[in-house]
């Protein structure tokens, strides 16, 4: 959480590369990830959101269903990737 309020305090696009560069150097914490592709959706930042939310399910298949209900991801409920995901 203390992410998420610091972007929305501070957003800057530096924010958003460091946050991008964490998938391409393989974090592998699962919440961390989730979270952030939930700070994404906030953004309205839809291709980066899906593209973290389809790495933390396929780390782990739980947050799939967080997802679903996830308020966070209401901007993109329609969305057919969005759906594919929660599949």
Do not use: W
């Not at 961390?32 to 780390?59: G, H, K, N, P, T």
Request: proline content about 2%; glycine content about 2%; overall charge negative.
């Amino acid at each position: 959480m203390k992410l998420i309020q610091y972007c929305l305090e501070n957003y800057h696009e530096d924010v958003f590369e460091y946050l991008i560069d964490t998938l391409e150097i393989g974090i592998d914490d699962v919440e961390y990830i989730y979270r952030i592709a939930c700070l994404m959706a906030v953004f309205r930042q839809d291709c980066y959101s899906l593209e973290f939310l389809e790495y933390s399910i396929d780390l782990d298949a739980a947050y799939k269903e967080q997802a679903k209900n996830d308020p966070e991801f209401d901007f993109l409920r329609d969305h057919p990737v969005f759906q594919e995901l929660i599949q």
